[in-house]
């Protein structure tokens, strides 16, 4: 009877772990873009409400807008040194995509935001933000990628 158990024991542990990610595995998980106003400000409080609002008044008014910022989830496994995420973005003015890097470094097992802007002379040189594309890279390797529809 013991025995059975312990033999369900471990093959359900075998079913737990087979999910994890490999040493090399990454993952984008969510990515959020946000219009910033000129004080930077992607919303006026804390309500998830109130940031919806302001984002559509902000979509409503592009003269309110100073930059866009991309609010990135991901994950790695990788205790790299050169890990970065590269966010490309395509625009209704530019003709061909705007891209940004930024370093990044896993400080801990589970996911980890970072935050990428679009600022100044090359935010209004891509006109309205069409699609974007989201990856993590390790040095020349890409390990995960996300992309909007219309890329």
Known sequence: ???????????CLG???AHLPAAGDGRIVKVLTHY???Q????LS????????YQALLRRNPEKRAALRFDIQWKS????KE??????????LSTSPVQLETPVSTKRRFAQWSAVKLEGERYRELGEPVAWRVSLWDGAQ????QKSFLW
């Open 36 to 38: 910033l106003d000129e």
């Open 1 to 11: 009877m013991r025995s059975r158990y312990f033999r369900m024991l471990l093959l």
């Open 142 to 145: 890409i390990i995960a990628e």
């Open 46 to 53: 804390p309500s998830l409400y109130d940031r919806d609002a």
């Open 40 to 43: 930077g400000r992607h919303a």
């Open 83 to 92: 890990l970065k995420l590269r966010t490309e973005v395509r625009g209704t």
């Open 77 to 80: 496994a990788r205790r790299a």
């Open 15 to 17: 079913f737990s772990t």
